[in-house]
């Protein structure tokens, strides 16, 4: 039974790594476009987003692999598998952004801004996955 409890915890987990994430983004944000806040925590952002990022991943492919392990199909959740799919698309998309805006930096706007509100979005999208998972958990789980 312990092992249902990994793929909850380390997606939540993540999201903690993520608000922090968007937190400094938001930052960088009113500094470029309203010239307003403090400065933007290049470093700290980039190791943030990264861990929420690829917690992110390594909790779907584990949540995935534990329902297909546990009662032989894939994609048997309904809604939180849907989400998951659309999820997965915008994560690789925040992370090779992210990744490459980090190794080749230089003056920009648009990038940051697809990427700011890209992953956004995925802070939106998760909270609905605690919801709808804890639904989930209820139903596949606990049985109620
Ligand atoms: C949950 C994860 C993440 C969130 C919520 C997030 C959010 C944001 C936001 C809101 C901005 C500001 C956008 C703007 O000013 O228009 C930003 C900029 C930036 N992000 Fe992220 N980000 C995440 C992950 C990452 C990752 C994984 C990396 C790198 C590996 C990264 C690298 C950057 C860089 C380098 C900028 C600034 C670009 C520039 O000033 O040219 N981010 N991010
Ligand atoms: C980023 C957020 C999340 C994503 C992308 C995600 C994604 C997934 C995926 C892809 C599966 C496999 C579904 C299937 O094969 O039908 C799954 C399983 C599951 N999810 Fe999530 N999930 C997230 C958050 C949560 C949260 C917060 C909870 C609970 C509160 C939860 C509860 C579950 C449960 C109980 C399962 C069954 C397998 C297991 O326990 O490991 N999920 N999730």
């Not at 930052?27 to 470093?43: E, T």
């Not at 809604?79 to 920009?108: D, E, Q, T, W």
């Amino acid at each position: 039974m312990w092992f249902f409890y990994i793929h909850p915890l380390l997606q939540i987990v993540a999201l903690l790594f993520g608000s922090y994430a968007v937190f400094l983004g938001l930052k960088r944000f009113l500094n470029v476009f309203f010239q307003f806040g403090s400065n933007f925590n290049w470093k700290h952002h980039v190791i943030a987003g990264q861990l929420a990022l690829e917690d992110w991943l390594a909790g779907m492919i584990l949540g995935t692999v534990v329902a297909r392990v546990e009662w032989g199909g894939w994609f048997i959740t309904g809604l939180h598998a849907k989400i998951a799919m659309v999820l997965l698309p915008m994560i690789c998309f925040g992370l090779v952004s992210g990744l490459y805006m980090n190794l080749k930096p230089c003056r920009r706007k648009v990038l940051p801004l697809a990427h700011g509100f890209n992953n956004i979005c995925i802070i939106v999208l998760v909270l609905v996955q605690i919801v709808v998972g804890t639904g989930v958990f209820k139903e596949f789980v606990l049985g109620l």
